[in-house]
């Protein structure tokens, strides 16, 4: 089974619900962390990581917090996992990297890689956070304080 890192997994949960509040907003890690369900320290890390990636504001002060530092239909899910995890690929030898396989020389499969994780990479950069936030079953998307939005 393919699967993500939890890391990567709750980065995408915190930036989905900053995605549920209004453009401008901001949330401390400890609000984050209660909404999220994610441990505080994990959440505070993760928003350190997603802030040196851009993806993310830092505002300090007795006001301040984090916000997005982009419209959610603007960020993709790629670029959550790799400003979390890095480079996106199944296998050391899919990402590029020189030498991140031990049997990089002898290996049969060397190069098969890289298109299977460039079709990976593509689906997820076609996924934007916004496409994450809850639906109601009418095809609504749920914002928080009972505003909802028409899904695109």
Same mark, same amino acid.
């Given at each position: 089974?393919? !699967?993500?890192?939890?890391?990567?997994?709750?980065?995408? &949960?915190? $930036?989905? %619900?900053?995605?549920?509040? !209004?453009?401008?907003? $901001? %949330?401390?890690? %400890?609000? *984050? /962390? /209660?909404? #999220? =369900? &994610?441990? &505080?320290?994990?959440?505070?890390?993760? *928003?350190? #990581?997603?802030? =040196?990636?851009?993806? +993310?504001? #830092? %505002?300090?002060? =007795?006001?301040? @917090?984090?916000?997005?530092? !982009?419209?959610?239909?603007?960020?993709? +899910? /790629?670029?959550?996992?790799?400003?979390?995890?890095?480079?996106?690929?199944?296998?050391?030898?899919?990402?590029?990297?020189?030498?991140?396989?031990?049997?990089?020389?002898?290996?049969?499969?060397?190069? !098969?890689? /890289?298109?299977?994780?460039?079709?990976?990479?593509?689906?997820?950069?076609? +996924?934007?956070?916004?496409?994450?936030?809850?639906?109601?079953?009418?095809?609504?998307? &749920?914002? *928080? @304080?009972?505003?909802?939005? +028409?899904?695109?």
């Amino acid at each position: 089974m393919i !699967r993500m890192t939890k890391l990567a997994d709750y980065g995408i &949960v915190i $930036l989905t %619900h900053m995605s549920m509040e !209004r453009q401008g907003s $901001l %949330h401390t890690a %400890h609000d *984050l /962390a /209660a909404r #999220s =369900r &994610v441990p &505080v320290p994990t959440a505070s890390k993760l *928003l350190k #990581s997603l802030t =040196r990636a851009g993806l +993310v504001l #830092s %505002h300090r002060g =007795r006001h301040g @917090g984090y916000g997005l530092a !982009r419209d959610p239909d603007t960020i993709s +899910v /790629a670029e959550i996992i790799a400003a979390i995890e890095g480079p996106i690929g199944l296998t050391e030898c899919g990402t590029g990297t020189e030498g991140a396989c031990d049997m990089e020389s002898f290996c049969a499969a060397k190069g !098969r890689w /890289a298109p299977i994780n460039q079709a990976i990479e593509r689906a997820l950069q076609d +996924v934007p956070l916004s496409a994450m936030r809850p639906q109601t079953p009418t095809g609504q998307m &749920v914002r *928080l @304080g009972g505003i909802a939005e +028409v899904a695109p």
